[in-house]
């Protein structure tokens, strides 16, 4: 097929949010384009990739605790190309019995989906082609129904997801779409990049970044990340930069609000 007949995501030639994001964390995943742009970003926030490590150790931690607090079921969207551990490696890990349905819209990620699918006997994992901005098809999609329970709690995570669903797109609503199925005791899991701690000249050029490869982005502040939470009620330590949340030991060194720029949070379904 020629490149342009190609959708977008598959495209070598225009930069690509997961292949970005894998070459922050190391990955190999990626194009010259991809570098290219991320380079450009890394210009002017050069700490980009602390961030990038410090949301993936995050999802780690927060994964682990849902485990401890006997959540066994798990909703990822907007998953990205996988990085291990991936999720159902750390919930699987801690509770073999874990069952994970990862979402995902772009066909790259879909290219790697066999490192997501390798569960544990008891457990399991499954994967849905599906766009976080059409909620109902998620959580009525024959995947997600085979693979969980929604009378039982779910942990619904989202990671470095939402700064690429503009206000025009009502993330507010799209959340509340995707957790009104669910079982009292279900948790939702969220980060999203902030300027709250960044020059606010050097925040603009690395959107501008994204939207230049026609990418949509926002960042957000404290309280329209914490909105997102609507009717939900936040865990501690509440809205806190990522690196805070929970941590497992000291900050590295290289760890401050100003190097990992993105907010996290954690919420309760009452």
Known sequence: MPAQGLPRE?????????????????????????????????????????????????????????????????????????????????????????????????????????ALLRSTPEGRTEYLHGDVRAPRDIVGSEELTRTLDLSQPVALSMNALFHFVPDEDDPIGIIRELVEPLAPGSYVSLTHVTADFLDPEEAAKAIDVYRKGGIPAQVRDRTEFEALFAGLELVDPGITPTYRWHPDGPPRQDETDATTSMYAGVALKK
Do not use: C
């Open 10 to 114: 598959l495209r070598t030639t225009t930069p690509h949010t997961a292949r970005m994001y894998d070459y922050y964390l190391g990955g190999k995943d990626n194009y010259p384009v991809d570098r290219e742009a991320a380079e450009a970003v890394r210009s002017v926030l050069p700490h980009i990739k602390v961030t990038a490590r410090s949301t993936r150790e995050f999802m780690h931690r927060a994964t682990r605790w849902f485990t401890a607090r006997g959540i066994r079921q798990f909703l990822d969207i907007g998953t990205g190309i996988p990085t291990e551990p991936n999720l159902h490696q750390v919930a699987q890990h801690e509770a073999p019995e874990a069952r994970v349905v990862y979402v995902d819209h772009d066909p790259i990620v879909l290219a790697h989906v066999d």
